[in-house]
């Protein structure tokens, strides 16, 4: 389980977050939802310790990670897909699927056969340059890469932006299909609300950095979501 507890985080003066607390647990998915530039983005950068934190703690699966380093997060499970994707455009779709490699024991590092089974048209495109693909294949291919860490934590960062709705679906199916599995948490950001709501358990709407609305699936109201989002 993932545990956020009341962080804050600066850039300089600045400051991103404010006292936020959230909890991600394996086998579930919890929906980071808010308009542009209220912190969703600073939240998963927390989380994977590329911005340190300047109050409050991260704790995962009981070990507090606060002030771990990002390449010893990976090694602990946590993969994060950014925001526009960020595949490498001059390296294959192999060899992009390949630097997910890096925190894994060597006896680990092969592509797991659910990366084609998701995405078919990875296999198909092997060869082919990063930077040659659509902006829908270049999500999947950066999924694609995550799920090569075999990650226990899967951070993802409004994956349907810009992106044409078959993929979408694909994306979503996915995300369903890796939640079944119950060997990971997701932590999904998204604005794209119709698609947060059916695949979330948990929602979390932020605003200027804050919490501002937090429920279950079971105890949502949609009404209260929607003003929230809407502040």
């Given amino acids: 389980m993932l545990e956020v507890n ?106 797991p056969d659910d990366v084609f089974s998701l995405f078919p048209v990875l296999n198909s495109m092997l060869g082919r340059r990063g930077g040659d693909l659509s902006g829908g294949q270049q999500q999947q291919l950066a999924i694609g890469r995550a799920l090569v860490m075999r990650p226990k934590l899967l951070l993802l960062d409004e994956p349907t932006e810009g992106i044409q709705p078959s993929i979408i679906k694909d994306i979503g199916r996915a995300i369903t299909y890796l939640r079944g599995l119950g060997q990971m948490a997701i932590v999904l950001v998204e604005q794209y609300l119709d698609f947060a709501q059916e695949l979330g358990d948990q929602f979390a709407v932020m605003d200027r950095g804050a919490v501002v609305y937090a429920s279950t699936k079971a105890d949502l109201d949609e009404a209260k979501l929607k003003r929230a989002m809407a502040i």
């Fill in 6 to 111: 009341a962080i804050n985080l600066h850039y300089g003066a600045a400051q991103a977050l404010r006292g936020i607390s959230l909890k991600a647990e394996i086998g579930t998915v919890t929906c980071v939802l808010g308009r542009n530039g209220v912190g969703k983005t600073s939240l998963l950068r927390a989380l994977i310790g590329q911005h340190a934190v300047s109050k409050g703690s991260i704790v995962w699966n009981g070990t507090d990670i606060t002030a771990l380093k990002p390449s010893d997060r990976a090694r602990a499970g946590i993969a994060y897909v950014p925001q526009g994707r960020e595949v490498f455009p001059l390296l294959t779709v192999e060899e992009n699927l390949k630097t997910g490699f890096a925190p894994l024991p060597r006896d680990q590092r092969s592509i």
